[in-house]
């Protein structure tokens, strides 16, 4: 399976999907318009993926910002890849170290999905 790689935009994310490593990396900013249209083609390859996923899948996200519509997708992405039998799901979650908003949305999604996550504080200026 090959990787998907986006390139980031002043209001997409960088996707950064490595399928033979289980390391996929979204990094930026998620203010999209017409999120369907942006998100739909990365469900697309993840049901793709799971269908022999690496043993373990690590989702590293570090957002700056994202709107409603964006974590839904993000929400959507982590239960497709929960859903799959032969591997094991880790996030990194990052958060600047003034934006306690941002980490307290990955725990409200490591509580919603039940997956292993890593809370990782950084300086507002490394993300």
């Given at each position: 399976m090959e990787n998907l790689t986006i390139r980031c935009t002043i209001k997409?994310?960088?996707?950064?999907f490595n399928p033979?490593?289980?390391?996929?990396?979204?990094?930026g900013v998620s203010l999209?318009?017409?999120?369907?249209e942006?998100?739909?083609?990365?469900?697309i390859w993840l049901e793709e993926y799971i269908k022999?996923?690496?043993k373990t899948t690590k989702f590293v996200f570090k957002l700056t910002y994202s709107n409603t519509s964006s974590f839904q997708?993000?929400?959507?992405?982590?239960?497709?890849?929960?859903?799959?039998?032969?591997?094991?799901?880790?996030v990194d979650w990052?958060?600047?170290s003034d934006d306690l908003d941002m980490k307290e949305i990955g725990e409200d999604y490591k509580e919603a999905s039940e997956v292993d996550f890593n809370?990782?504080?950084?300086n507002p200026k490394s993300i």
């Open positions: 997409t994310p960088e996707i950064s033979a490593m289980g390391l996929f990396e979204i990094t999209i318009e017409n999120t369907m942006f998100y739909n083609p990365i469900l022999n996923p690496h997708f993000i929400y959507d992405m982590l239960n497709l890849i929960r859903s799959a039998e032969n591997t094991h799901l880790v990052y958060y600047a809370f990782i504080e950084v």
